[in-house]
């Protein structure tokens, strides 16, 4: 029955125990606890969090994702038939904060946790716990991208101390493999460079680049070396030795973590024709290798999201509301709510997508044309229908078609004909929205947009009069998705 109720808040601990508080439907409390994740712990909570209840009452367990801390307590609560809802941190804040605005403690924060399906019962979806390969996929996915992380930390560390042994850089581009080897033998020491000669360089240079690179390269080095010691000239607050030795150190580390992160690509590879034994994500434009795992570890299982639109709030995707009255601003700034990586994924996708995919291209010609977005911005507004296109592929379990702007499917060398000669954006538009003290676009996309000809491509409407600009931030202005 609603009236028997059981509203289980629980601030959860990393190194302390955890604060239960225990709530029936009508707010009053049942009872206060401690706990810790072990068997016995947890199951006199669910003896005191149902004592006095109907038979078959099943508990609402509100957590925060608090580290690792959260799992134990979802296994437990689910596995014996309970409803685990685990909440955003900053949802959880802005409620204590009504609640108690001066106070804070950790009985506060579970209370807090406790009256979350009272208050915003809508906006809580019960916690799923993914199957042993979803589950392996999770991780395989979390950890290459951790890796890829560190590993362009490290890249960019090496560079700033090679500019510092010599400030006209050689790597001004991709660190390759020739690369390092130059840096794992001499450290990036200009003195080493030079004396070990052109000759020996450039051998090296081609043996680890198999033959790709060679004495053009190796001149390269010597240049920047030259001029470093020229500049330098031995002086005391330059330690060439111990900046080459931290250089070798992060090649090093770099080295170790590009061979874990094959190690574990390798396996996510595996995993995810499991999962997605159709290849379902990698059938969507702009989700390749890297994207496809990422994106269906991320999402979860599809059907969890109601529709399209739900899983495209859920990646973050979607502006920020702020209408009052008669106004409703537009081209407000993203959430940002969801996961990190997925809305990585996604945007990176996007920028792909929209060059074979006509439909994505025409969101993408809109955007910068005729509103007035940067390449970033414009991208960013694909990438949010490429997650609705995401749900809707892997929910239906077919794999995705590219279509024209009227449905109509084609095959990858029209698509990429049609982008041409229809969706493609002017470079001089290009150029005006990377600088920021131009005119931008109209915000306004008329109805019944067309395909436009060149001259309407390059057509712009005249600017507004002062007293024209103020009668329409009055009147809401209509918008085109």
Same mark, same amino acid.
């Given at each position: 029955m609603q009236d028997d109720r059981r509203l289980v808040g629980i601030d959860l601990g990393i190194t302390s125990p955890h604060t239960v508080r225990v709530l029936r439907a009508d707010g009053s409390e049942v009872c206060r606890r401690k706990a810790v994740p072990t068997t016995e712990s947890l199951v006199e909570i669910e003896r005191a969090a149902l004592a006095g209840a109907a038979p078959g009452t099943r508990l609402e367990v509100v957590i925060e994702p608090t580290g690792p801390a959260w799992l134990p307590i979802a296994v437990f609560f689910i596995a014996r038939g309970h409803l685990v809802f685990r909440v955003s941190s900053a949802k959880a804040a802005d409620l204590r904060r009504f609640l108690s605005r001066h106070a804070k403690s950790n009985g506060i924060d579970a209370e807090t946790l406790a009256r979350l399906p009272l208050v915003d019962p809508g906006g809580l979806v019960p916690l799923e716990l993914p199957g042993p390969e979803a589950a392996a996929l999770d991780r395989r996915v979390r950890a290459a991208d951790r890796l890829t992380r560190a590993a362009a930390q490290h890249k960019v560390r090496i560079k700033d101390l090679v500019r510092q042994l010599m400030p006209v850089?050689? !790597?001004v581009g991709e660190l390759g493999v020739s690369d390092l080897a130059v840096l794992e033998r001499f450290g990036g020491d200009p003195r080493e460079l030079i004396r070990f000669g052109k000759t020996r360089l450039a051998k090296l240079i081609a043996k680890a680049s198999h033959g790709a690179l060679g004495a053009d390269r190796a001149e390269r080095w010597l240049m920047a070396a030259e001029a470093a010691v020229d500049l330098y000239r031995d002086h005391p607050a330059v330690a060439f030795t111990d900046l080459a030795?931290?250089?070798?150190?992060?090649?090093? !580390? !770099?080295?170790?973590?590009?061979?874990?992160?094959?190690?574990?690509?390798?396996e996510r590879a595996a995993v995810y024709h499991w999962v997605d034994p159709l290849a379902l994500a990698r059938s969507l434009p702009g989700v390749?290798?890297?994207?496809?795992p990422a994106l269906v570890a991320c999402m979860g299982n599809p059907h969890r999201f109601a529709n399209g639109a739900k899983f495209r709030s859920f990646t973050g995707l979607t502006p920020r509301a702020s209408e009052t009255g008669d106004t409703d601003r537009k081209g407000q700034p993203m959430s940002k709510a969801g996961n990190r990586l997925l809305r990585t994924t996604l945007v990176r996708a996007a920028d792909n997508a929209r060059r074979v995919d006509p439909q !994505?291209?025409?969101?993408?010609?809109?955007q910068m044309v005729?509103?007035?977005k940067d390449h970033l911005g414009a991208s960013c507004v694909v990438a949010a229908h490429l997650a609705e296109r995401a749900w809707a592929t892997l929910d239906r379990?077919?794999?995705y078609v590219i279509c024209d702007s009227d449905g109509t499917p084609v095959e990858p060398d029209q698509a990429k004909k049609i982008i041409a000669e229809h969706w493609t954006v002017p470079e001089e538009v290009r150029r005006r929205r990377r600088s920021k003290k131009k005119g931008k676009a109209p915000q306004q996309v008329?109805?019944?947009?067309?395909? @436009?000809? @060149?001259?309407?491509?390059a057509t712009r409407r005249p600017s507004p009069t002062p007293s024209s600009s103020r009668r329409a931030r009055s009147v809401k202005q209509p918008t085109a998705t």
């Open positions: 850089s050689p !790597l030795d931290e250089v070798r150190t992060e090649v090093r !580390l !770099l080295r170790a973590t590009q061979a874990e992160l094959a190690r574990h690509a390798t390749a290798e890297i994207g496809a !994505l291209a025409r969101i993408y010609y809109i005729e509103r007035g379990g077919m794999p008329h109805a019944g947009h067309v395909r @436009p000809g @060149p001259q309407r491509a």
